[in-house]
């Protein structure tokens, strides 16, 4: 078993008096969600996209951070205080190129890593933003993949991350997704953490949300409850597609009994297997028996072309 408390944190995307006065509305939101037991918060696109100035446009190229660091120690310090992981979306200016960016940050105060947006929307194309192709990001023994808000309607983008190992996608947003996502998390098997200011959502790898909140709630606009949403996601875990699995699936829930936990997902064709003992992995049950992943199996059965 390894299990993770996961924050997505609809921060709102109203019009801030400063850039300042929206880091530390986060900084409130990610101090609640490590209160609550969260070991990773995931904000909304773009931290530093504020407006500020009562709604009068500002381009990319005169918010975009040369020191992300310095810009958002407010927030920074808040993390390692509290203990808790975090991404960090901020549009930034690298080299003389802008990028979206989110950097994940550690609950020691590392920075672990990034992704940039692999596809850059029309505007910010227009903006010469540079295209990322990051690898995955090494947190707590995970491989942590990512998307940002126009990335999630390329499928590339969650086929090569899956394919090259990743454990879960980290999804800061102004784009709702909508089902798409849900059927990336079921294809590929991972859990997804949209932080979108509207709605933010947690969908494991069945495809089903595990948690969902956001600026939608009139009871969140009219200043009451919190905009952070949490929940366990079991990451020893795995899909296993029916055919070559199911005729094993009674057998492995005989010898673990409560050691494990099995459920079928009928329409789907798939049994999703996890571990829940500290000291037995998927892996183990599953060379142990002999099954088989479904990305695997599909992989293999794949015709050559």
Known sequence: MNEKTIAAIALSNRDYPSFEAKLQEAAQWVELAAAQGAD??????????YQGDGGAYVSLDDVALDDWQGSTQILLETAVR???????????????????????????????????????????????????REPLIQWEGLNV????????????????????????????????AGDVLNYY???????????????????????????AGGQRWETLR????????????????????????????????RHYGKRVRVRFDQPNCLFYLES??????????MQQFGLVSRQDYFARCAPEI
Request: glycine share 8%; hydrophobic share 45%; net charge neutral.
């Open 40 to 49: 990773l918060a995931v904000l909304p696109e773009t931290l530093n996209l």
């Open 145 to 176: 993949g990512g998307a940002i808000c126009f990335d999630i309607y390329y499928q590339s983008v969650f086929q090569q991350q899956a394919q090259a190992g990743a454990d879960l996608f980290l999804i800061p947003s102004l784009t709702p």
């Open 276 to 285: 829940r003992s500290a000291d037995l992995s998927i892996g183990q049950i």
């Open 222 to 253: 009219f200043g009451f409850g919190s905009p952070v949403v949490t929940a366990i996601v079991n990451f020893d875990a795995v899909t296993l597609y029916a055919d070559a699995n199911q005729e094993k699936i009674v057998d492995v829930q």
């Open 82 to 132: 509290c203990r808790i992981a975090m991404t960090v979306p901020v549009l930034v200016r690298d080299k003389g190129r802008l990028a979206n960016r989110f950097y994940l940050f550690s609950k020691q105060g590392e920075v672990l890593g990034h992704y940039q947006k692999r596809n850059p929307a029309p505007g910010e194309r227009e903006a010469s933003m540079e295209a990322g």
């Open 185 to 211: 998390a079921l294809l590929y098997g991972k859990p997804m953490v949209l932080a979108y200011p509207a709605w933010s959502r947690i969908i494991d790898r069945d495809g089903k949300e595990l948690a």
